[in-house]
């Protein structure tokens, strides 16, 4: 799945337009709830090291960061491409690589609960 492709699915089912607040991180992407100007998705670019323990992997990759239930956030770090949230709270956002074979569909269906948790 591709940046530019949740980005478009973001702007069109929940009427959030991405920002970009940090001058150094042009690529970091912020989307805040219409209603409630609170953050409920994060799309960056990182290291991969960042997120795992192997602290060779220079790889840059895309990633998308969601809130999600606490119940739930140990489970979805057990599938492939979801790690603790990156500059985020652990238990309740987790970041998700947008290469990899994550099924589509789930991650629409976390963008709406993320979006639905804000409070």
């Known amino acids: 799945m591709s940046r530019q492709k949740v980005i478009e699915y973001i702007e069109h089912h929940c009427g959030a337009l991405p920002e970009y607040p940090w001058r150094q991180y042009p690529h970091y992407a912020v989307f805040r709830h219409p209603k409630k100007a609170k953050w409920f998705a994060v799309i960056m670019d990182v290291e991969l090291s960042k997120l795992t323990q192997d602290s060779q992997n220079s790889k840059i990759v ?25 500059h985020m709270n652990k238990e309740h956002w987790v970041s998700i690589v947008l290469d990899e074979d994550f099924e589509e569909a789930q991650l629409y269906t976390l963008i709406h609960d993320s979006y639905d948790l804000i409070k």
């Open 62 to 86: 895309d990633i998308i960061n969601l809130k999600v239930l606490p119940e739930i956030s140990g489970s979805l770090r057990l599938k492939k491409g979801v790690y603790p949230a990156y």
